[in-house]
């Protein structure tokens, strides 16, 4: 996943398909792709009651944008806007600039959350440039660049003709932290005991991990410490993961560390991991299709179950670690397990909205990725509002 993250990176706009590389499209038709958006996040995106309405949030600004574009890159300009409206880290666009926003959790390395009047680091994440440079959680984002926190997330928002209001808060700031993709970031921290600094950090698609392993383990006396490197969307990871399980000891327990996994994965990968602990077919995730309920009057939910795999079956105790880069299906993974009275521990999770939908707008071929499935734990929790047991 990280890899197809990465890639987008260098892209100016999204794949295209074959029909529209032979007939770049008119100015109408992007015009067209541009204001269909609106009625696209309407018809299905899945968590509308967010917004006052019930409708996606647009401003006169925003509409003003979408009656202007005339090309591609205008189109994807404009797309990216309208989705950062919805001020949800996990809807984003097929496609992006060199200088669009770094994506969170993915490339992000500091959590931050409005508290009063401050804006309070409340997770770091491992490894990290800003880890490493000594920020910690409970410290404060004071600045970005010249301007404070306070005046660059209302900025962030005025651009957009919108307010910054309720989610829109915390939404930016993380957005902003994470900075530009093409560019170092300029922020100024203040610690628990008063002190400033100023420190520039570089961003995460330039300073990110390199190349590792889908899994890693880790020793710590008897327990078997399996750690996820960022790969539930890794092909490899179910092998590795069975070449690890099937050396473990009978009783042994199992710590699977997701803390992680922020750019997600498949259900392939997920339901690998966590068959080896079931002996007959268990319900690890509830999903709920908003879109058809809204075109037909007739709602649709489904439950998902993980199945045995011959031969590899584990009854030691397993250990959940989750965290805020526990995002997407690291966080379905963790409710799965969950279900299947694993021990989840750790901090609140990414609280990635939903089962993400590839969109494609029919003139230009770019992709809207949106939540468009809701997701529930077996209890009916939200998955987006889970907690961890400690």
């Not at 404070?148 to 915390?170: C, I, N, Q």
């Not at 399996?226 to 890794?234: V, Y």
């Not at 069975?242 to 009783?251: E, K, L, N, S």
Request: hydrophobic residues 40%; glycine residues 10%.
């Amino acid at each position: 996943m990280r890899a197809l993250l990465t890639l987008l990176v260098v892209l100016t706009c999204a794949a295209l398909p074959a029909r529209a590389q032979q007939a770049e499209p008119t100015p109408e038709a992007f015009r067209a792709d541009a204001l269909s958006i609106e009625g696209l996040i309407n018809s299905q995106y899945a968590y509308l009651d967010r917004f006052p309405g019930g409708a996606m949030p647009i401003s006169p600004v925003l509409r003003a944008e979408a009656e202007a574009v005339s090309d591609r890159r205008s189109l994807l300009r404009y797309a990216e806007r309208a989705v950062a409206a919805l001020a949800d880290h996990h809807a984003i666009t097929g496609g992006s600039f060199n200088d669009s926003w770094g994506l969170v959790p993915s490339y992000s390395d500091l959590w931050i959350e409005p508290e009063g009047d401050l804006w309070r680091i409340t997770a770091v994440r491992q490894g990290s440039p800003a880890e490493v440079a000594g920020v910690r959680p409970g410290d404060t984002l004071v600045a970005v660049g010249d301007t404070s926190t306070a005046e660059a997330v209302a900025a962030f928002w005025t651009e957009l003709g919108l307010e910054p209001t309720g989610d829109r808060a915390g939404y930016a700031a993380r957005v902003l932290a994470a900075g530009r993709r093409d560019r170092p970031r300029d922020l100024t921290i203040r610690d628990a005991a008063g002190a400033e600094r100023r420190l520039t950090f570089p961003n995460l698609y330039e300073a990110g991990p390199g190349e590792r392993p889908p899994i890693s383990t880790l020793p710590s006396g008897e327990a078997l410490i399996i750690r996820f490197n960022d790969s539930l969307g890794d092909s490899d990871t179910v092998a590795a993961f069975d070449a690890i399980m099937t050396a473990a000891q009978p009783d042994q327990t199992v710590v699977l560390d997701l803390r992680d996994t922020a750019s997600g994965g498949n259900t392939v990968v997920a339901r690998g991991i966590m068959g080896w602990f079931v002996d007959e077919a268990r319900p690890y995730q509830i999903h709920r299709l908003p879109a058809e309920e809204r075109e037909t009057g007739v709602p649709r939910q489904w439950v998902e179950q993980v199945l045995p795999r011959p031969g590899k079956r584990h009854h030691g105790p397993v250990v959940v670690r989750v965290g805020r880069w526990t995002g997407s299906m690291g966080e379905g993974l963790a409710i799965g397990l969950d279900s299947l009275d694993a021990l989840v521990v750790g901090e609140p999770m990414a609280g990635l909205l939903g089962a993400i939908h590839d969109h494609r707008l029919s003139n230009s071929g770019l992709v809207i990725k949106l939540p468009t499935e809701r997701l529930y734990a077996v209890d009916g929790t939200p998955r987006e509002a889970f907690v961890p047991a400690r």
